[in-house]
T-cell receptor
Framework: SQTIHQWPATLVQPVGSPLSLECTVE??????LYWYRQAAGRGLQLLFYSVGIGQISSEVPQNLSASRPQDRQFILSSKKLLLSDSGFYLC?????????FGSGTRLTVV | SQQGEEDPQALSIQEGENATMNCSYKTSINNLQWYRQNSGRGLVHLILIRSNEREKHSGRLRVTLDTSKKSSSLLITASRAADTASYFC?????????????FGEGTQLTVNP
């Protein structure tokens, strides 16, 4: 069966520090992968999506970047975090039946 | 930009009552999906309805889609306290470059025991 792993669950980072969030998928090949961010009490905003290795599309300009070094691995990064990068980050993959989301990473930038 | 807009923003009902949440969107879609999110957790896929479908059922859930009005509703029948969560609609325009979901702001449902 397909599963999606996302870690860490929570993260507190100082302003200006780098960021690396990892997401891996099991049980499927060549999935579409996504990074979403959710501000408190709000809906989800699509940050990046990928249809294949090395293929990244950015939805909004920002302080973040994404990479897909392997078919089932999707990484969200930043060189220098801003306070506004705080939020709940969700990785997801999709197939014909819908999306499956990871359990999320709550990032607090202090 | 937000595509789906849910209403109400918040809904509080008693256990056993039905809960209805609505979603409106602006552009053509391939399908519309409803998700549930418990506080501080990931999203759980509830149901997907395609643009050529008008109604779909799954257990106590009933979803309708009216593409002429660009709206959808989610009905939860015989609600339980465990149904307390945020519910989001999301639209998929079905682009060939890879589907991307656009989420609404969500409805916070509270079911009081």
């Amino acid at each position: 069966s397909q599963t999606i792993h996302q870690w860490p669950a929570t993260l507190v980072q100082p302003v200006g520090s780098p960021l690396s969030l990892e997401c891996t998928v099991e049980g499927t090949s060549n999935p579409n992968l996504y990074w979403y961010r959710q501000a408190a009490g709000r809906g989800l905003q699509l940050l990046f999506y990928s249809v294949g290795i090395g293929q990244i599309s950015s939805e909004v300009p920002q302080n973040l970047s994404a990479s897909r070094p392997q078919d089932r691995q999707f990484i969200l990064s930043s060189k220098k975090l801003l306070l506004s990068d705080s939020g709940f980050y969700l990785c997801a993959w999709s197939d014909y039946y819908g999306y499956t989301f990871g359990s999320g990473t709550r990032l607090t930038v202090v | 930009s937000q595509q789906g807009e849910e209403d109400p923003q918040a809904l509080s009902i008693q256990e056993g009552e039905n809960a209805t949440m609505n979603c409106s969107y602006k552009t053509s879609i391939n399908n519309l999906q409803w998700y549930r999110q418990n506080s501080g957790r990931g999203l759980v896929h509830l149901i997907l309805i395609r643009s050529n479908e008008r109604e779909k059922h799954s257990g106590r859930l009933r979803v309708t889609l009216d593409t002429s009005k660009k709206s959808s509703s989610l009905l939860i029948t015989a609600s339980r306290a465990a149904d307390t969560a945020s519910y989001f609609c999301a639209t998929d325009a079905g682009e060939t470059s890879g589907s991307r979901l656009t989420f609404g702001e969500g409805t916070q449902l509270t079911v009081n025991p």
